[in-house]
């Protein structure tokens, strides 16, 4: 093989895959010294090197380590290993113009009140349109409590969260109390004592400031962070107690033809005071456990089907026409599902066990009175659980499966 800017593609699955992948850009652009503005992929099947849709994302200003290249490939590639000795395709990165943005790809409007701080973000693709809120009190009421949630999903231009008045086209009159995807509370270590096995932080009435915005061909993305809360706990390298101040942040993506969020989440954590600050780095990545929240309609007890079957993945549906379902699936295992919340049978938390960062998958179905959980199990395996990768080329005992493929015809 030619010494070239080459990325190798790896399918960890025994069957032909296309899809979404998303690596750390710092190392490449270093590699290579390709700017964002410049860089174009192209299939290294593909003798005509037609460029695939691509695009940088900076998740947080303050860390380019987290710099992040999202490419798409359409055409499905053969199976590869786990041990990523056996690749299934090279991508290759040259100097030129990317593809223009074009009508249907997803995109994101972030509104801004009269004083000049986001309220919230409206996701837009061909599939779904969802309205994500910053803010405690959207309605600029006493109703302070839908800070970091999704108030509207439209899947198909039909709301998913009060399913029953929208199959019947009624837009007033839905429930006032509708939300999803909420952060309701953080847990993390709290003091090596007895008395304190952890330390709770409630997010619901607590605004969110916008970190980063980005859109592209392939998702619109953002990073939100949530106001800071002091922390005193052991350090996760040291184990010694410190006070820090610190943030859960939230990154949203949704992707192009998607019915499904993406988001992923860290808590960041800076020393509080002088004596607080150690050898290597301001910066601290907390352990952190997580609640969600959601208020859906999907009738009553009797009427939800609930499917739990694996740690990492669950799913919620309605028995009855329009037959909305809701699916979770994540890399940390899930604790507990509980419904009816509080009683209330619109009413669904989950907790999900401590790690250092967490990545979750929202789904949204509807008219799918049966596999509607398959739909989600499939989604945990080939996104969260196995989904593709790819890495910088290294001139070693790589080898490439290709003689099942077919080369893009000129």
Known sequence: MPSLNLLTVFNPSNYWRSGNFTLPWQAIAQKFQISPEELVLSDLRDLTHQPLRAQIDRIDPEDPSRDTLVFHLSQPIPPGTEDHVLASTFIRLDRGKPIPHGLGEPYLEVVYGSDGRERGVRFVNNRLIIWFNFIPAPEDNQRNWFSGSASSVQLDQQEILDPFPAAMGEWLGQDPEKRCMQVSKLHLPGIASPKSPNYQVSLFNHSYRLVSQS????????????????????????????????????????????????????????????????????????????????????????????????????????????????????????????????????????????????????????????????????????????????????????????????????
């Open 215 to 410: 859109s592209g061909p392939v998702r619109a993305t953002i990073t939100i962070a949530s106001e800071p809360f002091d922390y005193m706990g052991p350090d996760p390298e040291t184990g010694q107690n410190r006070h820090l101040v610190c943030e859960l942040y939230r990154v949203i993506s949704l992707y192009a033809g998607a019915d499904y969020l993406m988001e992923e989440l860290f808590v960041k954590g800076k020393p509080k005071a002088q004596e607080d600050r150690v050898k290597g780095g301001e910066i601290v990545n907390l352990d952190f456990g997580l609640e969600y929240f959601a208020h859906m309609n999907l009738g009553q007890t009797q009427d939800i089907e609930q499917v739990f079957p694996v740690p990492d993945w669950f799913a919620i549906g309605s028995t009855t026409d329009p037959y909305a379902a809701y699916g979770l699936a994540t890399n940390l295992h899930i604790e507990s599902l509980i419904h009816p919340h509080k009683g209330n049978t619109s009413r669904f938390s989950w907790q999900l066990l401590p790690g250092k960062s967490a990545k979750c998958l929202h789904l949204f179905m509807r008219g799918q009175p049966q596999g509607f959980d398959a739909k989600v199990g499939h989604a945990w395996y080939e996104l969260i659980y196995r989904p593709l990768n790819a890495e910088i080329y290294q001139d070693t005992n790589v080898k490439i499966q290709l003689q099942n493929s077919r080369l893009v015809s000129a």
